[in-house]
């Protein structure tokens, strides 16, 4: 049976089928944007492909948190996804709930990233602009030295990302920044400036 590459709408759909929490489809169209931004950035042709791995990352997590990553790829091996999607989506919990290790560099910008997001929109969330708009690096880096701010993310992974893209931490967070800008409406950080 020829596997289905699926496309942004079937995907989006998917992904709305397994989650009904906005902070999660918000989470998930932030890394979306991350991955569509570094595959430009890195000038990849399947641009597509990236932000489709990057959207429906988290498939699983909310109906199945202790089968996350493992649970997805029963999801996707049922929809007929092909395996290069289901790896790369389930490295992204590599060394935190699966041992599938990032090899492409479509997945260490996942693995690099992911908890990125995360430690950024809180860094937004708590600025007196509640914006992502007018983030600066240095806010994120000040954040980031206070191990009780978002104490869920793990900043190890982030650096071990970085380090596995052979970028340096500090631009790694830049381009974070500047592809959650990109849909800062959409993920509820365009604040109020």
Same mark, same amino acid.
């Given at each position: ?5 699926? &496309? ?6 998917l992904?709305k ?53 493992k ?8 929809r ?5 999607? %289901?790896?790369?989506i ?67 992974? %982030? ?11 500090t631009k790694? %967070? ?7 800008? &990109?849909?800062s409406?959409?993920i509820?950080?365009?604040? &109020?400036?």
């Amino acid at each position: 049976m020829e596997k289905l590459i699926p &496309n942004r709408e079937q995907a989006y759909e998917l992904l709305k089928e397994y989650n009904k929490d906005e902070s999660l489809i918000k989470h998930a169209l932030s890394v979306e944007a991350v991955m569509l931004h570094f595959a430009e950035l890195f000038e990849e042709e399947d641009k597509e492909k990236w932000g489709i791995i990057g959207l429906v990352h988290d498939l699983d997590y909310e109906m199945y948190p202790e089968e996350h990553c493992k649970k997805t790829r029963e999801i996707l091996e049922e929809r007929n996804w092909p395996e290069d999607y %289901i790896r790369a989506i389930q490295s992204h919990g590599w060394k935190l709930c699966i041992d599938v290790e990032p090899i492409e560099k479509m997945e260490k910008v996942l693995y690099a990233t992911d908890e990125l997001t995360g430690l950024i929109t809180a860094t937004a969330l708590v600025r007196p602009s509640k914006s992502i708009l007018d983030m600066k690096v240095k806010s994120v880096k000040k954040k980031w030295n206070q191990k009780s701010f978002a104490a869920g993310v793990n900043r190890e992974v %982030i650096e071990e990302g970085a380090s596995m893209l052979g970028m340096d931490l500090t631009k790694v %967070i830049e381009e974070t920044i500047k592809a959650m800008q &990109n849909v800062s409406e959409d993920i509820g950080l365009k604040g &109020n400036l």
